[in-house]
């Protein structure tokens, strides 16, 4: 892939080059002309070789592109890649299905199964272009430190499903194709049918948790838009309706931490293994979210007594889910405080700034919680040998550091 240097841009987010030409979402942009053998690259993992194989692919674009006026994505190829995805076709001559074909598919959000056969709105893929379409007019490139990100929201209004069913997977397809290091330029994207529980139908209730967790991913509300919204402003003459950038990812299907299951509330959900030798990312998914609001995971060493045990009381803005602790803290404080040297503490997270309950979490023993604000904190917990996560529905528990859950 032909690597255009003229638009590299400093490795501190913010330190961008000056003169910019405008700014899509806020994020600088530099108008570029398109050079011999500049083109778009793909490479795909999780082929699994069905009809259902979209929901498991992942995908790393080089060149991936946005085109303003029809609120769309683009890809360029060359007339190398136009060839060989013909040879392809025909399956006589040819058996096998490279991981850099650009004949596939993948899916824009986390699946849940709940959605049954609408689910197949999720299934997407940039539109297909001859780079001689965009040879006359050439682009305008982020920089280079940025990577383009089309995403659906699950049931962003919910702090868990937003944690472990966007969060997650957009860290895990980072991760995978090498690119946590670069700044996020997210678009969270409307699909037709509309997925009930999805932030296109709820975003009402989807913008204030938006607002207050975006920083976990290093960025927030006023930089991220759906393809319906976008802010794309020129200095002077328009030149291009095309935004480009270096690398791009798509394909959060089977990256949640539930795949194809209920999040554990059927019997069914236990009959397979799903996050079996996640520890290790999950515990780096923790850790990158600490650095993006500018706390040092290094510093959340493990304590020693007074062991800290905190409940999370009254959190849920639904009612069958506003459960109190009061009489579990108390119990536990008469049973366990004259045995052990510990420290029973009561708060109301929802009330507490993010960074605030970051702090407080990433340095208790035990915490209990309800239900989806279980699997949320989770994540902020230390990593421990033993402990434990009460929930009125479950219980958690986790005694090696392997285990899906200790963070």
């Known amino acids: 892939m032909y690597y255009d240097k003229s638009s590299e841009s400093k490795k501190t987010y913010g330190g961008e080059r000056p003169n910019a030409d405008g700014s899509f979402n806020t994020f600088p942009i530099y108008h570029r002309e398109v050079r011999d053998g500049w083109h778009s690259n793909i490479h795909c993992i999780g082929e699994n070789f069905s009809d259902d194989a979209w929901k498991y692919r992942s995908c790393h674009f080089q060149n991936l592109c946005y085109d303003t006026e029809e609120n769309s994505y683009a890809i360029f190829t060359s007339p ?7 040879a392809l076709q025909h399956s ?6 490279p991981a850099s074909s650009m004949n596939t598919t993948v899916s824009l959000g986390g699946v849940n199964p709940k959605w049954n056969k609408d689910v197949v709105a999720l299934e997407w893929y940039p539109k297909i272009l001859p780079v001689e379409e965009i040879q006359s007019t050439g682009y305008y490139a982020l920089g280079n430190d940025k990577v383009l990100l089309p995403y659906h929201s699950l049931a962003g209004f919910n702090p868990g499903h937003l944690v472990w069913d966007d969060f997650l997977p957009i860290y895990t397809l980072l991760s995978i194709f090498g690119l ?11 699909v037709e049918p509309t997925m009930w529980a999805s932030c296109q139908t709820q975003y009402s209730k989807c913008a204030p948790i938006i607002e207050k967790f975006y920083p976990l991913l290093g960025t927030d509300i006023q930089k991220v838009s759906t393809q ?7 200095q002077g003459e328009k030149k291009s309706k095309y935004i480009c950038a270096p690398n791009g990812a798509a394909g959060m299907g089977m990256l949640t931490d539930h795949g194809l299951k209920l999040h554990g509330w059927i019997p069914e959900d236990y009959e397979t293994m799903h996050n079996h030798g ?20 290094e510093t959340k060493k493990i304590h020693n007594a007074p062991y800290k045990i905190v409940f999370s009381t009254a959190s849920s803005s639904q009612q069958n889910r506003n459960m109190t602790f009061e009489k579990h803290a108390q119990l536990l404080e008469e049973k366990l405080g004259s045995k052990y040297n510990i420290v029973v503490i009561e708060v109301v997270l929802s009330q507490m700034s993010l960074e605030d309950q970051i702090e407080l979490v990433s340095g208790v023993q035990f915490s209990s919680l309800f239900a989806e604000e279980a699997r949320l904190l989770r994540c902020s917990c230390r990593r421990v040998p033993h402990y434990l996560l009460i929930s009125m529905k479950m219980i958690y528990m986790a005694h090696q550091p392997d285990s899906i859950g200790i963070c």
Do not use: C, H
């Not at 190398?80 to 995805?85: A, S, V, Y």
């Not at 946590?180 to 409307?190: D, F, H, Q, T």
């Not at 996640?278 to 995971?297: K, L, T």
């Open 228 to 234: 319906n919204d976008t802010q794309f402003e020129i």
């Open 180 to 190: 946590v290091s670069k700044e996020l330029v997210l678009m969270r994207m409307n």
């Open 92 to 97: 006589k001559l040819v058996n096998f299905d």
């Open 80 to 86: 190398e890649q136009i060839e060989l995805e013909k």
């Open 278 to 297: 996640r520890g290790a990312s999950v515990y780096a998914f923790r850790n990158w979210m600490m650095e993006n609001i500018g706390i040092a995971p």
